[in-house]
T-cell receptor, first 114, second 112 residues
Framework: SAVISQKPSRDICQRGTSLTIQCQVD?????MFWYRQQPGQSLTLIAT?????????ESGFVIDKFPISRPNLTFSTLTVSNMSPEDSSIYLC???????????FGPGTRLTVL | GENVEQHPSTLSVQEGDSAVIKCTYS??????FPWYKQELGKRPQLIID?????GEKKDQRIAVTLNKTAKHFSLHITETQPEDSAVYFC???????????FGKGTRLSVIA
């Protein structure tokens, strides 16, 4: 399985500010996926990040609010912009491991917006 | 797009009993069906998966069955233990390197 790290692990932010979350993988991967998990809820895909092209966003998520960078095959960032309390969630990145289909998750970033 | 329904939302069993969680999906092109276990405050962990060319897969006390005709798959946990208490998510994928679509989760409580 892939080893995935995320920074920060948690943060408390003021409304109107932005936070950038980093995801680092120990091997090169084609796709990286960003999910949001609101308190007590399931995982919802925000966007798919492919190195060398613009991220693909799911319905309800826009680039201005959640800009994503994918500068190389082992790293990606997700920014949560102009935050409001409704953005309080856990944000997780995931990648497909060396075995076809199997996807693994980073430890998550727990964001609280006041 | 793909729609995944998961039942039940909560499940309580006595230690030693079996637990069954069922998911249905809508896209007949889906071909990969993983199950994740998420303990409180932790990331989802892949516990078992099945591909569309297989009807059943077992790993010690857990098993997954797939009925492609009916478009449903189930997680079976036998001889449940308190450490099995967690939230379980089913997921569906159409092809490799594409995102997973998750069910809403089942909170399993194993009562000692």
């Amino acid at each position: 399985s892939a080893v995935i790290s995320q920074k920060p692990s948690r943060d408390i932010c003021q409304r109107g500010t932005s936070l950038t979350i980093q995801c680092q993988v120990d091997s090169q991967v084609t796709m990286m996926f960003w999910y949001r998990q609101q308190p007590g809820q399931s995982l919802t895909l925000i966007a798919t990040a492919n190195q060398g092209s613009e991220a693909t966003y799911e319905s309800g998520f826009v680039i201005d609010k959640f800009p994503i960078s994918r500068p190389n095959l082992t790293f990606s960032t997700l920014t949560v912009s102009n935050m409001s309390p409704e953005d309080s969630s856990i944000y997780l990145c995931s990648v497909e491991g060396s075995s076809y289909n199997e996807q693994f998750f980073g430890p998550g970033t727990r964001l609280t917006v006041l | 797009g793909e729609n995944v329904e998961q039942h039940p939302s909560t499940l309580s069993v006595q230690e030693g009993d079996s637990a069954v969680i069922k998911c249905t999906y809508s896209d007949s092109a889906s071909n990969y069906f993983p199950w994740y276990k998420q303990e409180l405050g932790k990331r989802p962990q892949l516990i078992i998966d099945i591909r569309s060319n297989v009807g059943e897969k077992k790993d010690q006390r857990i098993a997954v069955t797939l009925n492609k005709t009916a478009k449903h798959f189930s997680l079976h946990i036998t001889e449940t233990q308190p450490e099995d208490s967690a939230v379980y998510f089913c997921a569906v994928q159409v092809a490799g390197n594409t995102p997973l679509v998750f069910g809403k989760g089942t909170r399993l409580s194993v009562i000692a």
